[in-house]
């Protein structure tokens, strides 16, 4: 049973690494005061101190840091699979070693001076750090790897934030100064004591070696070996703990074939991680976009409801039932999904890669749609909103090709070019591209519906259809290879696009395409239009209203 639930597990990690953050920042602060005097860091210290060792300060500080650690344990716990990008990675490798970087500073600054009664000021402190290049050096890699772990915890929860581009340039400059002004300010005021070492001999000083007897260094010894033990027996007990053989085993399947077999408390984002399958996560998978959300096609029922940060997500962007963010969802019996955002979903241009690396001639029908109008559109939106509504659009046209039976082959700003026809007939590719096209115009009506009071004009499309043949084969360099096809028949297909933007209609469609496909759209008008290399030219139907052709299209079974 789960005490708490993933949102307020989240929230506690969250504003107790908030107060963390504010403590590293201002302790930070403090040291680049060294770039001014040491005296201006004594009078910062002590500012400091007033606040952060004060009852309420201390509490603070330490509640929020054990409360941080546990969130911290609870994750890599809760965590199925360790496949992940390497942002993530770099902030877990953080987390978990700075208690090991930190123990010998905590005990030197806060356990010793509570058991001898002394309370160092910045010259002692700067001493100690001085007296070797071990201390030194280690002291600064903690103060780089605290920040970048701050760094990294901060920037995963602000970069979905529509306010984070406003301020991304000022906030990286932020986190690029304050390490080094910290550092240099530690450096510059440990140095500006050497003319003191030299009047006190070596790193010795009179004033502060005559204070209270210092505490039995084997204590000091002890203490630091049984924090080392303690962290390590919880980061190692929380790593036996998530080996142990987990109750049960479900199968994820995806539209190309591939099953992920895991353990029960997966989510659909650490299957598809852990068995390899690329899957798109802006947010890094914490439930904050909508990015790497699948289609339950079969399997829903009996799943667990969504919890309100996924709720929250698939409400503000109007998601169907069926529609379930993968990072949260964690299916408790056999289901199937369709990555919603992956364009190579069906699977068919994954299968067709190996056999058509060289490439190969084939028969296929093209559609390139595109919104008109839309950067005007963009320009009275926030980029973050933007997106959004983007993203929208291309779930719109994603569904309306594979639920005909196409590939989406790319997305190109605001357009998109499918194919079809890669399995099948190209009489059949032909009814897929029209019946594609209709459900797209009715897609892009319902999206203008549900967006009605935040969009000042409907969003209008414009495609373009024709059929013929293409060389389709693999084509790109290093990581950006994909199947994809070229040729004149999608040159002209773009072409017809066009030509539907400049007769104001929805759709440009070849008759030969049309005539392939079985069909006969009478009382549409008909241009013959000339295209660039053709002598002859292109008999070519103008419609008004995609969607019309709904009702002349044979039902697909």
Not at 16 to 23: E, I, K, M, P, Q
Not at 102 to 129: C, F, K, M, N, Q
Not at 270 to 292: F, K, L
Request: overall charge positive.
């Amino acid at each position: 049973m789960t005490i708490l639930s993933a949102s307020t597990r989240k929230k506690m990690h969250l504003i107790s690494g908030a107060v963390l953050g504010v403590f590293v920042f201002f302790h930070f602060s403090n040291h680049a005061l060294g770039l001014v005097s040491i005296d201006a860091m004594e009078v910062g210290r002590r500012i400091f101190t007033s606040v952060w060792q004060s009852i309420p300060g201390t509490t603070l500080l330490y509640g929020a840091l054990l409360l941080h650690f546990l969130m911290a344990l609870d994750s890599l716990y809760r965590r199925q699979t360790f496949r992940m990008p390497i942002g993530e990675a770099l902030k877990i490798v953080f987390g978990l070693s700075l208690p090991f970087l930190l123990v010998p500073h905590v005990v030197a600054a806060r356990v010793e001076p509570l058991l001898s009664g002394v309370y160092p000021d910045y010259p002692a402190i700067l001493r100690t750090l001085w007296s070797s290049s071990f201390n030194t050096s280690r002291q600064s890699l903690a103060l780089i790897v605290v920040w970048a772990h701050a760094c990294l915890g901060a920037w995963f929860w602000m970069r979905g934030r529509t306010w984070f581009p406003r301020y991304e340039t000022l906030l990286y400059t932020i986190a690029l100064l304050v390490p080094i002004f910290a550092l240099l300010g530690f450096v510059n005021g440990a140095r500006s004591l050497e003319r003191d070492y030299a009047e006190h001999g070596g790193y010795g000083d009179r004033a502060y070696s005559s204070q209270a007897p210092r505490v039995d260094p084997t204590l000091l010894d002890k203490i630091r070996l049984a924090f080392y033990g303690g962290f390590a027996s919880l980061i190692g007990g929380t790593l036996v703990l998530r080996a142990l053989p987990a109750r049960g085993r479900i199968r994820i399947r995806y539209p190309d074939g591939r099953v992920a077999a895991v353990s029960l408390g997966f989510s659909v984002l650490e299957a598809s991680r852990a068995a390899g399958i690329p899957h798109v996560s802006v947010c890094g998978g914490r439930g904050r976009c909508s990015t790497c959300r699948v289609r339950v096609t079969q399997g829903l029922e009996g799943q667990p409801t969504p919890e309100a940060a996924e709720l929250a997500t698939l409400t503000r962007i109007g998601a169907p039932e069926n529609v379930r963010l993968a990072c949260q969802f964690r299916p408790v019996h056999n289901v199937s999904v369709v990555p919603i955002l992956d364009t190579d979903s069906l699977g068919i241009k994954t299968q067709l890669a190996r056999q058509n690396a060289g490439g190969r001639e084939r028969g296929v029908a093209v559609l390139f749609c595109d919104l008109r109008d839309f950067t005007r559109i963009a320009e009275h939106r926030l980029p973050y909103d933007t997106v959004f509504l983007l993203n929208r659009y291309f779930e719109v046209v994603g569904e309306a090709v594979e639920g005909s039976g196409g590939v989406v082959d790319k997305f190109i700003g605001d357009g998109a070019l499918a194919i079809f026809g890669l399995k099948t007939p190209l009489p059949e590719a032909c009814r897929q591209a029209l019946s594609a096209a209709a459900r797209l115009s009715q897609g892009i009506r319902t999206l203008n519906q549900t967006f009605e009071g935040e969009l000042e004009q409907p969003l209008r499309l414009a495609i373009g259809l024709h059929a013929g043949p293409a060389i389709i084969g693999e084509m790109g360099y290093g990581q950006a290879t994909s199947l994809t096809v070229v040729g004149d028949t999608i040159n002209t297909a773009s072409r017809l696009e066009g030509l539907a933007k400049e007769h104001d209609v929805e759709l440009a469609v070849s008759a030969e395409l049309v005539e392939r496909a079985g069909l006969s759209f009478e009382g549409h008008r008909q241009l013959e239009i000339s295209l660039r290399g053709r002598k002859a030219t292109l008999e070519t139907l103008i419609i008004g209203d995609a969607a019309q052709l709904s009702l002349s299209l044979p039902t697909q079974g």
